[in-house]
């Protein structure tokens, strides 16, 4: 019937656009295979801090936590310290040093870490594939590990060993 094709034809046009949209949107986010996507969008302008694929981003927050939460214990353990304190569960670190509340956690909707910190306020960081490095998303030079030993070394007077290396787990492609 007319009325039928007209109503057709009314909506093909934001039916198109919409469709252009999704498109557009899946663009900026390509699947890969464990490694980062060499042709995905670069985030905030930042070459090296580019969109993963979800099973890598997890695969190296992950891991991420798990080795800050290795590090903390073993200081604790060899420095026979009640005063460190870390605990992971469910993508989330919590971390208390001396009694001051520090919370880690992975962000999956926008591939990030989250940091709560009682000195530096909350911070979100974003992985950088050329240095294997989580990068503050408002300042690329602030990186994570560096930045809660600076503040867990302020806290206790002491030099926390924090190293955290992540280039076995992401490395770019070639």
Same mark, same amino acid.
Request: proline content about 6%.
């Given at each position: 019937?007319?009325? @039928? ?16 949209? $999704? ?19 670069? !985030? @905030?302008? %930042?070459p090296g801090v580019r969109y993963m694929d979800d099973g890598l981003y997890h695969t190296v927050a992950d891991e991420t936590l798990e080795r800050l ?14 005063? $460190? ?5 469910? @993508? #989330?670190?919590? #971390? ?6 520090? !919370? ?16 530096? @306020? ?22 994570? !590990? ?21 280039? %076995? ?6």
């Amino acid at each position: 019937s007319t009325w @039928g094709h007209t109503s057709l034809s009314l909506k093909t046009p934001r039916m198109l656009r919409g469709l252009a949209r $999704v498109a557009s949107a899946a663009a900026l986010r390509p699947a890969g295979r464990g490694r980062l996507v060499s042709g995905a969008p670069s !985030v @905030g302008g %930042d070459p090296g801090v580019r969109y993963m694929d979800d099973g890598l981003y997890h695969t190296v927050a992950d891991e991420t936590l798990e080795r800050l939460q290795e590090r903390l214990e073993s200081f604790a353990d060899s420095a026979s310290s009640s005063d $460190v304190e870390a605990e992971l569960g469910m @993508g #989330v670190l919590n #971390v208390s040093i001396l009694g001051q509340p520090f !919370v880690i956690n992975k962000q999956s909707p926008n591939q990030q870490i989250w940091l709560s910190s009682p000195i530096s @306020g909350p911070m979100r960081f974003k992985f950088d594939s050329r240095s294997a490095q989580w990068r503050l998303t408002r300042d690329p030079k602030v990186e994570l !590990v560096a930045l809660l030993s600076t503040e867990f070394d302020s806290i206790l007077g002491a030099k926390v060993p924090l190293k955290v290396d992540l280039s %076995d787990v992401a490395q770019p492609e070639t």
